[in-house]
């Protein structure tokens, strides 16, 4: 059975970093990438960061020169988040894609002072 799991997050003041991290557990055949999405309440779930395993990333506009997507292998994902802004603020969700789609259980993350 496949899980995701995220840690990372927290309270982050503006102009601060956090960095997220996804562990896999179990085996995703035929994945096709792996990534980061988040959500505020009442707002649509966005993608925030995509990565394949060629490691061809993407990136929302709004975090561009912000965030960063990195393996540490085939089971391990990070988001470098820097330069936070308050509008960053949801619960972020590692996500994974191959015949059909696994989340992990999401991460809250607050920029505030």
């Known amino acids: 059975q496949v899980q995701l799991v995220e840690s990372g997050g927290g309270l982050a003041q503006p102009g601060g970093s956090l960095q997220l991290s996804c562990e896999i557990s179990?085996?995703?055949?035929?994945?096709?990438?792996l990534g980061w999405y988040r959500r505020v309440p009442g707002k649509e779930r966005e993608r925030v960061a995509t990565?394949?395993?060629?490691?061809?990333t993407a990136y929302v506009d709004s975090v561009k020169g912000r965030f960063t997507i990195s393996r540490a292998n085939a089971k391990t994902i990070y988001l470098q988040m820097d330069s936070l802004e308050a509008e960053d603020t949801a619960v972020y969700y590692c996500?994974?894609?191959?015949?059909?789609?696994?989340w992990g259980q999401g991460t809250q993350v607050t920029v505030s002072s």
């Open positions: 996500w994974a894609l191959s015949a059909q789609t696994y």
């Open positions: 179990g085996t995703i055949f035929g994945l096709n990438a």
């Open positions: 990565i394949t395993p060629t490691g061809i």
